[in-house]
């Protein structure tokens, strides 16, 4: 039975494309870890990466693209829109295929080790790696941003550090590794600027507010296009579907005097996430489904023995 994993890891870097480039070559060329996707964000400030395959492979890769990000990404001189506490912000491991959760806890766990041991950074360990049950949910762990919990973490023995510190790296801040279902990063944009309206449907589809089951949503504004979107990621598809979500959202823009502009999907999502005509339903940006379906990128990689190579999506 093959035995792979996915690998998602998020780096606090989207607009020096240099940067990113090089981030991504630190990824690649492992045998058995093949890079499947990028998606940068220059608002968000943020790239995620989509690694897969077997499952020390894909560990040793995204070992070497922290220490690249080390390198390269000095969090006291950048910000974006979405919230970070690390160079490399998140690094969650996934079992797609012959592995359980408790594998890729293990995996985790081990990744938690090594990133402390090789490059200094401090980790925390979050969803089903977690250790402590406050630091589940990544919104806890990650809560007051790097510039906060630099501080925190010397006067509040609660926020250190679950491997390293006390004290966070000083440019490179701390990594949240975490093992996790499958998670759909999903974003739709609003025609209109306003990013109150954004922060408002936000809050009214989260789960921590009421809202739907297995939502985290923020609202952020996106300059560069004169656009507000709500940022979400479902936690469990199966729960809360695409569709669910786009209507909520839909049915509030309607009540805050705008519409949605389109949606897009951040990195991978596995093939039952989406029915026949959802694309076109979903008003979904730039996609394919040989370029954003988990399984069709993988297989292509297995079968074909095409060379480590990125579907790239950058906006």
């Known amino acids: 039975m093959r035995r792979l994993i996915e690998c998602v890891p998020n780096f606090s870097e989207g607009r020096d494309h240099k940067r990113i480039e090089a981030l991504v070559a630190a990824l690649s060329g492992i045998k058995g870890a093949s ?3 990028l998606h940068s964000d220059p608002d968000h400030n943020r790239s995620v990466v989509t690694l897969a395959g077997e ?7 995204a070992l070497r693209g922290v220490g690249r990000a080390v390198e390269l990404i000095d969090l006291r001189r950048q910000r974006g ?16 295929e012959g592995l359980t959760m408790e594998n890729c806890v293990a995996l985790a766990r081990q990744a938690g080790e090594q990133i402390w041991a090789r490059h200094n950074i401090p980790v925390y360990f979050y969803e089903e790696a977690a250790l402590r049950p406050e630091r589940k949910r990544l919104e806890s762990v990650r809560s007051g941003e790097f510039e906060y919990l630099r501080d925190e973490v010397l006067r509040n023995h609660d ?6 510190g006390p004290a966070l790296h000083s440019s490179a801040g701390a990594v949240a590794v975490g093992a996790r279902k499958f998670l759909i990063a ?12 954004a922060m408002k449907i936000a809050r009214s589809v989260r789960t921590s507010s009421g809202g739907l089951p297995h939502v985290k949503a923020i609202g952020v ?3 560069e296009r ?12 199966e729960q809360t579907s695409l569709r669910r979500v786009f209507d909520a959202v839909r049915l509030e823009a309607e009540r805050n005097g705008c519409s949605i502009h389109g949606s897009e999907i951040v990195g991978l999502v596995p093939r039952k996430a989406l029915g026949p005509d959802d694309a076109a339903y979903l008003q979904l940006e730039n996609f394919s489904p040989a370029s954003k379906i988990l399984e069709t990128r993988l297989e292509m990689k297995i079968n074909e023995g095409t060379p480590d190579g990125i579907s790239s999506r950058s906006i």
């Open 221 to 223: 504004q996106l300059k």
């Open 35 to 37: 890079v499947l996707d």
């Open 186 to 197: 999903y974003n739709i944009n609003l025609n209109t600027p306003d990013v109150s309206v």
């Open 55 to 61: 499952p020390e492979p894909v560990t040793e890769a």
């Open 226 to 237: 004169g656009l507000a979107q709500v940022s979400m990621n479902l936690t469990d598809f």
């Open 81 to 96: 829109e979405h919230p970070r506490i690390g160079a490399i912000d998140v690094l969650p491991f996934v079992p797609v």
């Open 159 to 164: 926020r250190i550090p679950d491997i390293g």
